[in-house]
């Protein structure tokens, strides 16, 4: 399986969309501080992930979430989880 995944700072709420084929191995890489375009903005959570059993559809999809509609389109589907608690 392929997953793409979107985790939020708690620090600065800003959003961080990523791909992976381990999304446990990856998610603990962020939470550990073990890659560096998220390593500044500690602590994470995950938000949002969707599963593919297609590289391409996933590598797709991280790819329009990227894009400024798909911005978007995650902010609109996750208005409530990116409000802090």
């Given at each position: 399986m392929?997953y793409?995944y979107v985790?939020q700072?708690?620090?600065?709420k800003?959003?961080?969309?990523?791909f992976t084929?381990?999304?446990?191995?990856?998610l603990?890489?962020?939470?550990?501080g073990g890659t560096?375009?998220?390593?500044k903005?500690l602590?994470?959570?995950?938000?949002?992930?969707?599963?593919?059993?297609s590289?391409e559809d996933?590598?797709?999809?991280?790819?329009?979430?990227k894009?400024n509609k798909g911005k978007k389109?995650?902010?609109?589907?996750?208005?409530?989880s990116?409000?802090?608690?």
């Amino acid at each position: 399986m392929y997953y793409v995944y979107v985790l939020q700072s708690l620090k600065d709420k800003n959003l961080y969309i990523g791909f992976t084929s381990d999304l446990r191995r990856r998610l603990a890489q962020h939470k550990f501080g073990g890659t560096i375009s998220t390593k500044k903005r500690l602590p994470l959570r995950c938000i949002f992930y969707e599963a593919f059993i297609s590289k391409e559809d996933a590598k797709r999809r991280e790819e329009y979430f990227k894009t400024n509609k798909g911005k978007k389109a995650i902010k609109l589907m996750l208005r409530i989880s990116r409000e802090p608690d």
